[in-house]
């Protein structure tokens, strides 16, 4: 116990000289925008350690931050990306100290206007995570990848104007309560393209996160090969767990007749299966071996469920 506090003690120093992140810029459909373009960000890149506190949401007091005229189109089904850095003047080789580890996550909270609308409250949907798997953290890919934070911006979602909240959470010193460090800030965007066939439950922020979670109060350096608990609900409309057949099928709304269903469906498994089979034929030899993939799923069953993907099937 003495052990584990003397280490968290010793990380949250070593983290004060190069230690806290900023969501500084966001990618989209090919360009990167400006520094502060279309995101609230901040003048001090110090996080949030309240969880029951306003800033939770777009980041604030204690740190100042900057409204944004600018919104940014982003399409439906597209995969964005936030850029992450130490300062909003540091370069891709000083995005966060790498004791910062934790997960990655990103939500969303439609809203009648982006530059205008308030972060706090209700509203709020998570689409992406990325916690631990193969006992890589999230936040540690970010690092690697030059503060690269990728993030699917779900089809099935109604077109108009979002506040995309995207986050990093730093665990080294949570292994007490309000230990935890969390960063975030948010960009104004407008969707485009959207199938508008699911309304995401969403919840509050604050709210979503209680101090006490075991994703923010965790001791890591004791954690073991113990898994990791994300925190913050996710909906399920949007997880992969709708693949199985029998959610796929309670959520049909508009099932075909039986009678025409079954030979057209068979005939489309058969000539998907005749592409995917030539399409292998003409790829493999040029691909590096991978893990072994099942009949149709392929490698879905591979899948981690810490770093989901959000992928919409339902239309609730
Ligand atoms: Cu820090």
Known sequence: MRTNAILSLAASVASLASAHTIFVQLESGGTTYP???GIRTPSYDGPIQDVSSDSLACNGPPNPTTPSDKIIDVQAGSTVTAVWRHTLTSGADDVM???HKGPTLAYLKKVDSATSAAGPGNGWFKIQQDGLSGGV???SKVIENGGLHSIKIPDCLADGQYLLRAEMIALHAAGSSGGAQLYMECAQINIKGGKATASPQTYSIPG???ANDPGL????YSMGSSS????GKTPDFLTLKHLSRKNIHSHDENPMPSLISLPLALAVVCVLLLAKYLWTRSTQSRLPPGPKPLPLIDNLHQVSKSQLMMICFASP
């Open 208 to 210: 979503i996160y209680k």
């Open 35 to 37: 520094v502060s373009h």
């Open 228 to 231: 990791y608990v994300i925190p």
């Open 217 to 220: 109060l965790i001791n890591i």
């Open 137 to 139: 953290w999230g936040t």
């Open 97 to 99: 100290d790498a004791s």
